[in-house]
């Protein structure tokens, strides 16, 4: 055999060696690679079911505490709108009160007025006559 052949095997050889070498390593590589992102996805498998499971009790939390206050809001709105009835009967009251004040001191005024005539015409003439002078 000619000692280029050889040459070349060795070298073929030696090139082989490396490549398998270097495929040796990457597959090793990406078992580890693999093995974390396993072991991560199962430990965010484990943090996140929890959170989860948190989170929609929060969710439900947060709905019911919605729906009350919804249901309170409700609430104040009728009693609102009874305040506001009370005051417009209110308000109603305190005018028909002062109206009445009003005529009752005009009435009591005219009676008053009709008293005092009722008075004079009782009185004997002289006594009329005796006032106007």
């Known amino acids: 055999m000619e000692p280029i052949f050889v040459i070349a ?10 490549s398998v ?32 499971q948190q989170m929609q009790q929060a969710l439900g939390e947060v ?8 249901l309170r809001l409700e609430r104040v ?4 709108a009874a305040v506001e009835r ?3 009967g209110t308000t109603l009251a305190v005018a028909m009160s002062r109206t009445f004040k009003a005529s009752e001191s005009t009435m009591t005024g005219l009676i008053e007025g009709i008293k005092e ?14 006032e106007g002078k």
């Open 9 to 18: 095997i060795v070298v073929l050889a030696a090139a082989m060696a490396v």
């Open 21 to 52: 070498g270097v495929l040796i390593y990457m597959a090793v590589r990406i078992y580890r690679a693999h093995k974390e992102i396993s072991e991560f996805l199962a430990d965010m498998k484990a943090e996140l079911l929890p959170a989860l």
């Open 63 to 70: 709905d019911s505490a919605a729906r009350e206050a919804r």
């Open 77 to 80: 709105d009728k009693i609102l």
């Open 86 to 88: 009370l005051l417009d």
């Open 117 to 130: 005539g009722l008075r004079t015409l009782r009185k004997p003439t002289k006594d009329r006559k005796e």
